[in-house]
């Protein structure tokens, strides 16, 4: 099997407790790395970069597993075989679900995407150790969803948070090897299983049934959040940030609330914070330029914002 593999162009390593495939095609490029963490807790890394529409149909017998599925860019639309259902990811969507028996699904990405997605596969018990004796909203609607008997996929959709992009980033971007890489890619994945299920325990929905907004519109939401996240240092005015997303200004206040659940600029403080903490536990820059980084003329206004977000000041965070 895994010389038919490499005949079609596929390549395979498997080094420690990871496993790395990569396909190149005159269509694009596919590639995905699993990272065994811990019994009952594996990690993956997705990305495809197609020149052409690209569908794979996948046929698995799956023990019962919870699933968060973390859209870092592009989108695909994945249909679920033998019902009508299917599962259509945009950028910095979060999809947790529960799968178990044997399932049939098409995962269609659009030519002329680069699609990233990382993915956490969980065991139940696992879950079920982690929340321990108390059981939060979210802990229930989980085990709610493990409790049904039917063979077959559900899941629930929230935005990515500021919070959940910098670890995914980190994930990405993770510098280490060996039992150091295991043991940080680890420490993210629980961190990213902890913010996720923060946001279940909300009770929010995606958007709002009553939403006027079209998927136009939520694309070019994430166009304005992809391009305040590429100004930290300098983010457009409101206006210019309409402008250049393609949107009025009115529809990008009232769709980035329902998308985001927050304001544009209350998105923007939020991430700078994370970034700010982010920057600051690698110790690489001062205070001073940390908070210029992130977009802070005035080290004192940074200060305060931080300690007021993350009650201990940049300089104590740095000196941890």
Avoid at 47 to 67: A, C, K, S, Y
Wanted: proline residues 4%; hydrophobic residues 40%; charged residues 20%.
């Amino acid at each position: 099997m895994l010389e038919e593999l490499q005949q079609q162009g596929m390549s395979y390593r498997s080094q420690g407790n990871e496993i790395s495939w990569e396909l190149h095609q005159p269509f694009g490029k596919w590639s995905s790395r699993s990272v065994h963490l811990r019994d009952e807790l594996d990690l993956s890394m997705t990305e495809w970069d197609v020149q052409e529409d690209f569908r794979i149909l996948v046929d698995t017998q799956m023990q019962p597993l919870f699933g968060f599925s973390f859209c870092v860019s592009g989108g695909c639309r994945v249909r679920i075989l033998d019902s009508e259902t299917e599962l259509i990811t945009h950028s910095n969507q979060a999809q947790t679900g529960f799968f178990q028996g044997d399932i049939k699904t098409i995962t269609e990405v659009a030519a002329g995407q680069k699609v990233s997605l990382v993915q956490l596969l969980i065991d139940p018990h696992f879950l079920e150790t982690l929340a321990a004796e108390s059981l939060d909203h979210s802990e229930r609607s989980l085990n709610q969803m493990f409790s049904s008997t039917q063979t077959g996929f559900q899941w629930l959709t929230r935005e990515i948070t500021p919070a959940m992009a910098i670890a995914l980033h980190q994930i990405l971007q993770c510098p280490y090897c060996g039992l150091t890489k295991r043991l940080y890619l680890e420490s993210k994945a629980l961190e990213l299983i902890a913010l996720q299920l923060a946001k279940l325990n909300e009770r929010q929905p995606y958007l709002p049934s009553s939403t006027s907004l079209k998927p136009d519109d939520i694309d070019r939401i994430h166009v304005a959040r992809d391009i305040l996240i590429c100004h930290l240092d300098n983010p457009p005015s409101l206006l210019s940030l309409a402008k250049q997303s393609g949107i009025n200004s009115f529809k990008l206040k009232q769709g980035f609330r329902q998308v985001f659940n927050t304001t544009v600029f209350g998105y923007l403080h939020a991430y700078r914070m994370e970034e700010a903490r982010r920057l600051l536990g690698l110790g690489d820059l001062s205070v001073t330029q940390v908070a210029q980084t992130v977009g802070y003329a005035h080290p004192g206004k940074f200060a305060a914002a931080f300690k007021k977000k993350f009650g201990i000041t940049p300089k104590a965070m740095k000196s941890s």
